[in-house]
Nanobody, 121 residues
Framework: VQLQASGGGLVQAGGSLRLSCAAS????????VGWFRQGPGKERRFVTA??????LYADSVRGRFTISSDDAKNTVYLLMNSLKPEDTAVYYC?????????????????WGQGTLVTVSS
């Protein structure tokens, strides 16, 4: 099983980025898929998750970030709008078998390698 996160980069505050998480060896439709982020000197924290039509967002990104999935491509996307310098982090996608665990980092079964997002002021 491999999760491949991509799409990170350098963007100015107020800008947008779209991250992608593609899976091989695993079908996303059988899992909840989450995004976490880890800023400099910080713990890895929950950002958002999706399972079917159900989504969940951290308060810090609600209204600015949108998670979506394309089952045909076995890919999950994270559209990030109105980016702020405090959104700077390595973003990780991960898959967990049960929706009730989506906020709990240690319950995830599979992780991608992370993609760096840097937001300049």
């Amino acid at each position: 099983v491999q999760l491949q996160a991509s799409g990170g980069g350098l963007v100015q505050a107020g800008g947008s980025l779209r991250l992608s998480c593609a899976a091989s060896g695993l079908t996303f439709s059988g899992y909840a898929v989450g995004w976490f982020r880890q800023g400099p000197g910080k713990e890895r924290r929950f950002v958002t998750a999706i399972s079917g039509a159900t989504t969940l967002y951290a308060d810090s990104v609600r209204g600015r970030f949108t998670i979506s999935s394309d089952d045909a491509k076995n890919t999950v996307y994270l559209l990030m709008n109105s980016l702020k310098p405090e959104d700077t982090a390595v973003y990780y996608c991960a898959a967990v078998a049960k929706w009730r665990y989506v906020r709990i980092r240690d319950k995830y079964d599979y992780w991608g390698q992370g993609t760096l997002v840097t937001v300049s002021s």
